[in-house]
Nanobody, 123 residues
């Protein structure tokens, strides 16, 4: 079993920055891809970003390219999402996800999910 715990959400003004983290524990292996999805009120959950655990390849949704950066610490089994130039439309619950067979595609539904952390961007 894999446990994912997000942290770092909060309230920020438009144009500001925020970093969310996801700590993984349990049967997490080095081959797991990890990433982030988000869900705004009344909308479907959408892909944000992913990073392969060993290779370090990264993937981003078009809506966040150039503003968000995903990174990871293998030693800490932690993935980070640095969010800059935040916009009100980035407001959502951000979910961490992990899967050993996930290539990083935004259309893949990972097996393991965290509980989510709220990010609110005020205008």
């Amino acid at each position: 079993q894999v446990q994912l715990v997000e942290s770092g959400g909060g309230l920020v003004q438009a144009g500001g920055s925020l970093r969310v983290s996801c700590a993984a524990s349990g049967r997490i292996f080095s081959s797991y891809t990890m990433g982030w999805f988000r869900q705004a009120p009344g909308k479907e959950r959408e892909f944000v970003s992913a990073i392969t655990w060993s290779g370090g390849s990264t993937y981003y949704a078009d809506s966040v390219k150039g503003r968000f950066t995903i990174s990871r610490s293998n030693a800490k089994n932690t993935v980070y999402l640095q969010m800059n130039s935040l916009k009100p439309e980035d407001t959502a619950v951000y979910y961490c996800a992990a899967d050993p067979f996930w290539g990083g595609s935004g259309s893949y539904y990972p097996t393991y999910w965290g509980q989510g952390t709220q990010v609110t961007v005020s205008s």
